[in-house]
């Protein structure tokens, strides 16, 4: 069909398919939106990021969200948030974790020691009650920091607190995830719905998520600290250089 329209119109096959090439240059320049062009441009980046791709856009790399990477050191961080803290608030440095999305700050807290006359669960109950107290108390404090920081990290701040073995996240991102599931997969989330533990199933994938994370916290623990040491390996392999060839050593023959 194509050859056809070229050979009614003159042109050569190559030439043909540069003119269309134009043409929808043309009207995409020209008549689409510009805002729908940016839309469209971020879906291409998110598409190619989740697939653990880079996404190079007529010649610039583009990176998730236009943010440029940048090379952030934790331990600065942490030292900066301690400095301005207000008093009796940490017990010791916060934790940091950068994602590409968003960077999740977790703060321990200090805590009164525990009354042994208190059950685990009443213990629990007054841990998650200091940390919606000093959430509340800090929220001025952790606004002001985290608009400090995003504007060094280039991405959003979530924070969190820990008291004892209690542990609340709040003000962290909900990104949809697309996934493909076969007929037992999603037999399972019907299952879950139809028993009242979910509405939808886009909640009852979200519960078996948390429900195997609590069922596998060691394992999980211990993965990502393998993952870590990985990670440390390769840094230390990246900073390391030889000076120079390495030396070959030739033993001598041996005499019969």
Same mark, same amino acid.
């Given at each position: 069909?194509?050859?056809? #329209? +070229?050979?009614?119109?003159?042109?050569?096959? $190559?030439?043909?398919?540069?003119?269309?090439?134009?043409?929808? %240059?043309?009207?995409?320049? &020209?008549? @689409?939106?510009?805002?729908?062009?940016k839309n469209r441009?971020?879906?291409?980046?998110?598409?190619? *990021?989740?697939?653990?791709?880079?996404?190079?856009?007529?010649?610039?790399? #583009?990176?998730p969200n236009n943010?440029?990477?940048?090379? /952030?050191? !934790?331990?600065?961080?942490?030292?900066?948030?301690?400095?301005? *803290?207000? +008093?009796?608030?940490?017990?010791?440095?916060?934790?940091?974790?950068?994602?590409?999305?968003?960077?999740?700050?977790?703060?321990?807290?200090?805590?009164?020691?525990?009354?042994?006359?208190?059950? %685990?669960?009443?213990?629990?109950?007054?841990?998650?009650?200091? !940390?919606?107290?000093?959430?509340?108390?800090?929220?001025?404090?952790?606004?002001?920091?985290?608009?400090?920081?995003?504007?060094?990290?280039?991405?959003? #701040?979530?924070?969190?607190?820990?008291?004892? *073995?209690?542990?609340?996240?709040? $003000?962290?991102?909900?990104?949809? #995830?697309?996934?493909?599931?076969?007929?037992?997969?999603?037999?399972?989330? %019907? &299952?879950?719905?139809?028993?009242? @533990?979910?509405? &939808?199933? $886009?909640?009852?994938?979200?519960?078996? /998520?948390? *429900?195997?994370?609590?069922?596998h916290t060691d394992?999980? %623990?211990?993965?990502?600290?393998?993952?870590? =040491?990985?990670? =440390?390996?390769? +840094?230390?392999?990246?900073? &390391?250089?030889?000076?120079?060839?390495?030396?070959?050593?030739?033993?001598?023959?041996?005499?019969?």
């Open positions: 069909m194509l050859a056809m #329209v +070229a050979a009614i119109t003159g042109l050569t096959q $190559s030439a043909f398919f540069a003119f269309g090439r134009a043409l929808l %240059d043309f009207y995409w320049c &020209t008549v @689409v939106p510009c805002g729908a062009r441009t971020l879906m291409i980046e998110e598409y190619h *990021a989740a697939a653990g791709r880079r996404y190079f856009n007529r010649g610039h790399r #583009v990176t943010q440029k990477e940048q090379r /952030v050191k !934790i331990n600065e961080i942490q030292s900066w948030l301690q400095e301005r *803290a207000p +008093a009796n608030l940490l017990a010791g440095p916060p934790e940091i974790a950068i994602y590409d999305d968003e960077a999740v700050i977790v703060l321990p807290l200090v805590i009164s020691e525990p009354d042994a006359a208190l059950a %685990d669960q009443e213990q629990r109950a007054a841990e998650r009650a200091l !940390i919606a107290r000093r959430r509340e108390e800090t929220r001025p404090w952790r606004m002001k920091q985290a608009r400090e920081l995003q504007s060094k990290l280039g991405r959003p #701040v979530a924070w969190g607190m820990r008291a004892g *073995a209690s542990e609340g996240l709040f $003000s962290t991102r909900s990104v949809p #995830v697309m996934t493909r599931l076969g007929r037992t997969e999603r037999d399972v989330l %019907d &299952t879950l719905v139809a028993a009242g @533990v979910a509405d &939808t199933r $886009s909640a009852a994938l979200a519960y078996a /998520v948390r *429900a195997f994370a609590a069922e394992w999980l %623990d211990e993965v990502r600290e393998a993952i870590a =040491q990985v990670d =440390q390996v390769r +840094a230390r392999l990246k900073l &390391t250089r030889r000076a120079g060839a390495p030396s070959v050593v030739v033993e001598p023959e041996a005499e019969e």
